[in-house]
């Protein structure tokens, strides 16, 4: 169960059971997807499952379901530590570097978070020097950039009775 649920849920948490909220994510009941680990899957594995799960433990299975442990972001981090002791920046570093400007669309970094396949743009000034980050998660939660009058939509896609909008 994720704190971001419990959080924008309208549930009393003295009384609903675990199972409840373990179960059910909304009122069309839709059940949790919860990712889970085998005991012989690799690091490379363990760090894609956690990073596209967007949590920090996952449970490790037998092949009867049963739950044997769990596997921290913080132990995939610590082992990684131990594999990559010393190896310079440089080499882990993306050098091909895609990056937007402060006066860029959001459509622009939009376009190059998704070409790159990456999730974090850098923001740069016309010298190349770090002004920030914008991240997708930036853009998608920013509600100013989504609400009906930030959208510019025209009047004729209003849904009026008897009118096609044509979106």
Known sequence: VEKH???????????????????????????????????????????????????????????K??????????????EINREYKGVACSKLATMK?????????VGKAILLLGKAGIDHLPVVDKNGALLGMVSMSDILGNSQLWNADA?????????QAGKRSGY
Not at 24 to 44: E, I
Not at 65 to 78: E, H, M, P, Q, W
Not at 97 to 105: K, N, Q, R, V, Y
Not at 151 to 159: D, F
């Open 5 to 63: 649920f419990l959080a924008n849920s309208h549930i009393d948490p003295n009384s609903m059971k675990v199972k409840n909220a373990a179960e059910k994510r909304s009122k069309g009941k839709t059940p949790f997807f919860v990712p889970t680990l085998d005991p012989a899957d690799d690091l490379l594995k363990i760090a894609k499952m956690l990073t596209s799960a967007g949590t920090n433990v996952l449970p490790v299975l037998d092949k």
């Open 65 to 78: 379901k049963n739950v044997l442990g769990v596997v921290r972001a913080s132990d995939v981090l610590l």
């Open 97 to 105: 570097l895609a990056s937007c400007g402060p006066e860029d669309s």
């Open 151 to 159: 959208q510019r939509i025209p009047q004729a896609a209003s849904h």
